[in-house]
């Protein structure tokens, strides 16, 4: 049941990922169609990023008054919606326009699946199971490359768009039949119906001590901005927050959207080339988010983004390296690629799936829906930034500088994870928040817990 209930919700990751990755390669061809400029071309893959940052700001109230459910739900339309106008625009401000639903849909979907699966996962499996969202993520992010690679022979933006609604049709049917999240059903006083919704997912005997954990620590005050924003949560917010902002400056983004443009740069010419080469990065990211399940339970939050990060660093400084010798030879083409690889490997078991993860375990219950939506929000509005200011930095800076700017952030995010974030592992989330509460910040709960 639980894996059951996982899996559907993870379809708004694979919405997530699609909508993401698919302007990669359908770009090639909008800005031929449209005659975008550099600074138009930005706007045009940052429109989603735009929305997704409304999306996410403008839901964490919701997510609490209405339920992880109904919202999700609500989301599967908007993708649609979103969808439809993109795919078919007549021009660049409809596109935009339609990229921009879409990334409304995408903001509220990043962070309310991850926190619903939270609420319903057992403790022990949490990481794994919270983790299978990204991994939908990055089988999105795969399936636009494929599908980009298929239509790239016709040049068909729009098909590429428009394949978006299958994913977003199984999440809106299947959202009818999942229960809704016991947390959220308990904290609006429905004591009953969050026993029988625990009972359904993991059985008599577990779904009562379940619901004795939640009784014992439920927080009984409203969930508000001053209240996050209160002293005792200060540390939740830095934490939630860095990770969210870390995950997008690190660069992450310059390659799923540019990938086919930087393998231009580097030698793969035309765009079915750099689309295919694109796709093997792609395939990566599904193989290293996949690696991460197990070990985010074993090994651990902290390790893990420390190692990612590290090998992020190392990749960045070696494509700084590669792209400043100036060398047009097959070895350029050939490093820059396995540079790339590398990176998406240590991004893929590191803060792709455990940034998404933490931020739906640190927040107390009552703060948790305006607490993730303000992390989120933090994620895509560094994210617009670094697409925004991407291709400009190339031409202003040159490509190997560009990168030599990401390594520098690698490096000062890697200080941030050792000082500021704990080890969340195996605890309930209820514990998480007793810990807060008793004055467990930074390093003290890692260590406490």
């Known amino acids: 049941m639980i894996f059951l209930i996982t899996a559907i919700a993870a379809l708004s990751g694979i919405l997530f990922g699609y909508d993401t990755g698919v302007i990669s390669g359908a770009i090639l061809f909008i800005q031929d169609e449209f005659k975008l400029s550099a600074i138009s071309n930005g706007f045009v893959v940052s429109s989603v990023l735009a929305g997704a940052f409304l999306g996410a700001i403008i839901s964490g109230k919701l997510v609490d008054q209405l339920g992880r459910k109904r919202l999700l739900i609500a989301d599967a339309i908007i993708f649609i919606l979103g969808t439809f106008i993109s795919a078919s625009a007549p021009s660049v401000i409809l596109l935009m326009l339609g990229r921009v639903c879409v990334g409304i849909a995408i903001g509220i979907a990043s962070y309310v699946a991850p926190l619903y699966i939270s609420e319903i996962a057992p403790a022990k499996y949490r990481g794994a199971l919270v983790s299978l969202n990204q991994l939908a ?29 299958i994913p977003a049709l199984g999440l809106l049917s299947g959202m009818f039949f999942l229960p809704e999240s016991p947390r959220w059903v308990y904290g609006k006083g429905q004591v009953s119906k969050a026993s029988k919704i625990l009972n359904r997912i993991h059985g ?218 704990p080890e969340t592992k195996s605890v309930t989330l209820e514990q998480i928040e007793m810990n807060l509460r008793a004055g467990m910040h930074y390093r003290k709960l890692g260590k406490a817990i």
């Open 137 to 165: 993520i990055t089988l999105g992010i795969l399936f636009s490359y494929l599908v980009d690679y298929f239509c790239v022979d016709h040049g068909g933006w729009r098909w590429m768009l428009a394949a978006g609604v």
């Open 204 to 421: 008599a005997e577990k779904g009562q001590r379940e619901l004795t954990i939640i009784q014992k620590n439920i927080n009984q005050n409203n969930g508000t901005w001053r209240l996050l924003f209160s002293p005792i949560m200060k540390s939740t917010v830095i934490i939630g927050m860095g990770l969210a902002i870390i995950q997008q400056i690190t660069g992450i983004n310059t390659i799923i959207y540019y990938a086919p443009t930087i393998f231009n740069f580097a030698g793969f010419n035309g765009p079915a080339n750099a689309i295919l080469a694109t796709t093997g990065v792609g395939i990566v990211f599904v193989i290293s988010t996949i690696v991460a399940l197990p070990l985010i339970d074993t090994l651990g939050r902290r390790p893990l983004l420390l190692m990612g990060l590290f090998g992020m660093t190392m990749s960045l400084a070696l494509l700084s390296f590669v792209f400043s010798t100036g060398d047009t030879s097959d070895f350029l083409k050939w490093t820059a690629f396995a540079s790339m690889m590398f990176y998406i490997i240590c991004f893929g078991f590191s803060l792709g799936p455990i940034m998404w993860l933490m931020i739906a375990e640190i927040y107390p219950l009552k703060v948790r829906g305006i607490g993730c939506s303000l992390a989120t929000a933090a994620n895509w509005g560094s994210n617009m930034l670094v697409a925004l200011t991407f291709l400009s930095l190339i031409k202003f800076f040159g490509i190997s500088h560009t990168f030599l700017i990401y390594c520098t952030l690698s490096i000062l995010s890697i200080l941030f994870v050792y000082f500021f974030v």
